[in-house]
Structures are given as structure tokens and as C-alpha cells.
């Protein structure tokens, strides 16, 4: 299930940053420029939320995933 995005998540790109959702729907920021990418809005440093949860228990910058196979994993 992909992300519902907000169009102004879209439209505040620069303009050397695309983006991309992985198959479990987290979208992703990728700088064509430098050739990398993040999880985090270039503009507003924000994750777009799609269902990975972030939990209070959690250092600041980490949230709770699972791979494909079911297992937890921290991102950050």
C-alpha cells in the first residue's frame, strides 16, 4: 500500500530531489545531485508517516520497522 501523499510534501522539493516509496509504502527523498538518498524531507528534515511508528521508548531520530520477512528492525 503506498503513502497518501501531501502535494506539498511534492511541491517543496528543490529541484534536484525526487522521490521514491519502497514496496511497504515508506517514501523516500533522493538528492540526483549528490546521489544519495533519505528517509527525511529535504526542506522540512520530517519523515512522511506510512506506517513505521515511532515510539516514545525510542532514542530521538529512530522508529520501529519490520523487513519483509517479519523481523524488527530500528531505522534511523
Known sequence: MAADLNPDWVSC???TWSYGV???GR???INEE????T??????GE?????HRKTPD???G?????????ARCFIK
Open 13 to 15: 522539493l528543490p529541484s
Open 22 to 24: 519502497t514496496r511497504d
Open 27 to 29: 517514501v523516500f527523498f
Open 34 to 37: 549528490a546521489k544519495s538518498t
Open 39 to 44: 528517509w527525511l524531507h529535504p526542506v522540512t
Open 47 to 51: 519523515a512522511v508517516v506510512t506506517g
Open 58 to 60: 525510542l532514542p530521538t
Open 62 to 70: 529512530w522508529e520501529e520497522g519490520y523487513t519483509f520477512e517479519g
